[in-house]
Every structure is written in structure tokens, then in C-alpha cells.
């Protein structure tokens, strides 16, 4: 069982930057690749980021390509997501996940979940 834990979130003016980090419990941190994910309010859970397990694939949600940068450090147990250029639209709850499986776009490929950190862009 992978135990995933989020932080980082806040409250940030538009044009602003936040890096969030999801920390792991399993020793084997580095067999999985990890995502994020967000959900706004009323809106339903959507795809921002994954990584791979080396680090070497990435992908990105076209909304966020350019802004945001997921990165991982596997001797941290860790992956983060750096967020530039935040706007009011960035405004959710950020969840990280992991797979044993390939770097993935859809939920139903993850197979554990954080609690999720709040981000809020003001305008």
C-alpha cells in the first residue's frame, strides 16, 4: 500500500508560482510512475502531469504545457510539481497518484491517491 501525502498548495495572486511536492511512504518509490491531477470546483477530476519512473518520460495537459513542470527525486521519495505563470482557471485541488504501470493520462490508470492540496489563484 502506497501512502501519498501532498503539500504546497495556498493561495497565490495570478502570475504567481507554486511548487507542490507529494511525498511517499513505499521504499520502492521508484518503480512507479506518478501523476498529478486536479479538480476544480463542480468540474470533475482532470489529468495535469505524470512522470515516468526514471524521470526521462514526461507529459503534460495542453493547458499547462510551458507553465508547469513535474519532477521527481526517487532518493526523496518524492515528485513535484512547479507551477509559474498560475492563472484563476489553475484553481483546484491538486492530487498526486502512482502506477506500477506506464505513465498514464487517465485515472482509471493510477492506482493510489493522495488527499489532495488546495490551490487558489486570485485575480
Known amino acids: 500500500q502506497v501512502q501519498l501525502v501532498e503539500s504546497g498548495g495556498g493561495l497565490v495572486q495570478a502570475g504567481g508560482s507554486l511548487t507542490l511536492s507529494c511525498a511517499a511512504s513505499?521504499?520502492?518509490?521508484?518503480?512507479?510512475?506518478m501523476g498529478w491531477f486536479r479538480q476544480a470546483p463542480g468540474k470533475e477530476r482532470e489529468f495535469v502531469a505524470a512522470i515516468s519512473w526514471s524521470g526521462g518520460g514526461r507529459a503534460y495537459e495542453d493547458a499547462v504545457k510551458g507553465r508547469f513542470t513535474i519532477s521527481r527525486d526517487n532518493a526523496k521519495k518524492t515528485v513535484y510539481l512547479q507551477m509559474n505563470s498560475l492563472k484563476p482557471e489553475d484553481t483546484a485541488v491538486y492530487y498526486c497518484?502512482?502506477?506500477?504501470?506506464?505513465?498514464?493520462?487517465?485515472?482509471?490508470?493510477?492506482?493510489?491517491w493522495g488527499q489532495g492540496t488546495q490551490v487558489t489563484v486570485s485575480s
Open positions: 513505499e521504499r520502492t518509490f521508484s518503480r512507479y510512475a
Open positions: 497518484a502512482a502506477t506500477q504501470g506506464a505513465v498514464a493520462r487517465e485515472l482509471y490508470g493510477y492506482d493510489y
